[in-house]
């Protein structure tokens, strides 16, 4: 069988296959149940299980020291990636992977549940790390999982099916200042404990800026349309508008970062001759090399004004953001108002 090669593949669940899960995986969830937990036991998993990478990896490089920790992917390419430790992931549905996850007793994500085959993991204390800062509505914060709050349906994720709810977990690391309220409020269907603590995903990092680099950080999933919003800023060829086509400075080196699943959506044949796909599986690999980020509401912001890397954020399709089902928290358009927000032409204006 061919192994799925885009995170895209591991990402989308239709209610299908929601439904599949909760039919086959309640057996494994009741033997998970049952299975005594070895305390010294932790799993680490992230971005579905495509990629071994963000506040999973940062968190696995605190811990591996005094605890028996092991990181878990579905993604058979991922197989050769070395740990901090030295060591290698363990597939998911290997032998060896099942009985870890089945006797672990934690179990960290950084994406959500589905980071494991998420009911062998019940029983375990799950920690949610998240993998940004909690800036859109996500879970039970958002309209259209609201509903979740009500009886029967809380009972039923709560203690029937919880593996099969994606921001399942016992402990959410956070943020401080308003992501933790954000966070308690997106993890608030299963009561979880928030605490604060720095991001993992930063440790690693390593600031050696490259001047006239530049990211342009569109990482938030919206109905608007990449190439609409690279369109908006002139990244890419605007043949049907040429008469208003954006000007960017030829001194720059610009690097794009859409969201991994609508990569495949920006050709390298859009993208003018100094603007390039950053398509690193990690963004933390190579964040520290940009003199500046551009972002519109990406997490990304947050991490690289903590790096002390200068930040700008574009502001064309806020309201647009906000509107959405899952759209941001008001807190954080409070929050952006104090950012020096900037339009297209205060962008590349300030390179001439």
């Known amino acids: 069988m061919e192994t799925p090669k885009t995170y895209e593949s591991f990402w989308r669940r239709g209610r299908l296959k929601f439904l599949r899960i909760a039919i086959l995986g309640f057996p494994f969830y009741i033997l998970a149940l049952a299975v005594p937990k070895n305390p010294n036991i932790e799993v680490f998993g992230s971005f579905n299980g495509y990629a071994v990478a963000d506040n999973s990896l940062g968190q696995f490089a605190r811990q591996m020291s005094s605890r028996r920790t092991y990181f878990i992917t579905k993604n058979p390419e991922q197989l050769t990636t070395q740990l901090p430790n030295g060591e290698r992931p363990i597939l998911a549905m290997s032998w060896k992977g099942v009985w870890l996850q089945l006797r672990a007793a934690r179990a960290y994500y950084s994406h959500g549940i589905f980071d494991f085959t998420s009911p062998l993991i019940m029983g375990a204390e799950v920690v949610a790390l998240q993998h940004g800062f909690p800036v859109k509505l996500g879970g039970v914060a958002s309209p259209l999982y609201s509903w979740l709050m009500r009886q029967p349906f809380r009972l039923i994720f709560r203690w029937c099916i919880p593996y099969v709810y994606v921001y399942y977990a016992d402990v959410v690391h956070s943020p401080g200042g308003i992501f933790l309220e954000n966070s308690r409020r997106v993890f608030q269907l299963t009561k979880a404990r928030v605490i604060e603590d720095t991001p993992a995903r930063l440790d690693r990092v390593k600031v050696n800026p490259i001047d006239g680099k530049v990211l342009v950080a569109l990482t938030q999933m919206s109905s608007i349309s990449i190439l609409d919003r690279l369109r908006e800023l002139g990244l890419i060829y605007d043949l049907e508008h040429s008469l208003r086509e954006v000007s960017i400075p030829e001194q720059l080196k610009i690097f794009v970062r859409p969201h991994p699943v609508e990569l495949s959506l920006v050709g390298a044949d859009l993208l003018k001759t100094n603007v390039f796909l950053d398509t690193t599986k990690d963004i933390y690999d190579t964040l520290g090399s940009y003199s500046i980020v551009i972002t519109d509401f990406s997490s990304l912001g947050f991490d690289s004004e903590e790096l002390g890397v200068e930040?700008?954020?574009?502001?064309?399709?806020?309201?647009?953001?906000?509107?959405?089902?899952?759209?941001?928290?008001?807190?954080i358009k409070e929050l952006l108002s104090t950012r020096g927000l900037i339009q297209v032409s205060d962008i590349w204006s300030r390179f001439d």
């Open 311 to 331: 930040t700008l954020y574009w502001t064309q399709y806020l309201d647009e953001f906000m509107a959405e089902e899952i759209g941001l928290f008001e807190d």
